[in-house]
């Protein structure tokens, strides 16, 4: 995995925490509010890794990442009902892989749906030649309301993929001290 990935990986994972859009006390937010929050995200991303964020750009991809000279660093996806199989996301991605150094999709998953979930993406990007960074949430329903449990970082490559990183989706169920202190 390139350097920049890493980078990438390492500064969504950190910035998914900042300015979250639910507290403890009101667990709940809309749709909007969370296509803010990965908004501001990948906003940030992109300034830190000194490329701008374009949003709805080209191919009305929800974002890209762009240098000043003009070349790509990744274009961004993101979707809500992940399980809904009529969702274009994957062929824009395919599509404008060849200009970006990597591809970045977000999704959401119910937790017993994982699986299936990742089997999905492996078939719509194997014969993908760029990475594909996925952010997953996944979450558990309760009275049609979304509990997230967990962000996973997968990165899908050359047919095959693996879990990168594993972190609570929630600000306040880190165990900080066992967060700080394990080894990679």
């Known amino acids: 995995m390139k350097r920049i990935e890493r980078d990438f990986i390492a500064l969504f994972n950190c910035l998914w ?7 403890v006390e009101d667990q709940l937010a809309s749709r909007s509010d969370w296509t803010i929050h990965l908004g501001s995200v990948v906003r940030q991303c992109a300034s830190l890794l000194g490329a701008r964020a374009l949003f709805e750009h080209g191919e009305r ?11 790509y660093l990744t274009f961004v996806e993101w979707e809500w009902e992940l399980a809904n199989s009529g969702i274009n996301e994957f062929g824009k991605l395919r599509r404008s892989s060849d200009r970006a150094v990597f591809q970045t999709f977000v999704g959401y998953s119910k937790v017993n749906e994982v ?8 078939a719509e990007w194997q014969q993908c030649s760029k990475p594909l960074l996925v952010f997953l949430i996944t979450f558990e329903l309760f009275g049609g309301n979304r509990c997230f449990e967990s ?7 050359k047919g095959k993929y693996r879990r990168e990183r594993r972190q609570p989706a929630l600000p306040w169920n880190i165990n900080r001290r066992q967060f700080n202190s394990e080894d990679d």
């Open 17 to 23: 925490f900042q300015d979250f859009p639910v507290t």
């Open 61 to 71: 991809t929800d974002a890209a990442l762009r240098y000043p000279s003009g070349e």
């Open 115 to 122: 699986e299936g979930t990742l089997e999905k993406i492996q």
């Open 151 to 157: 962000l996973d970082t997968y990165i899908f490559s």
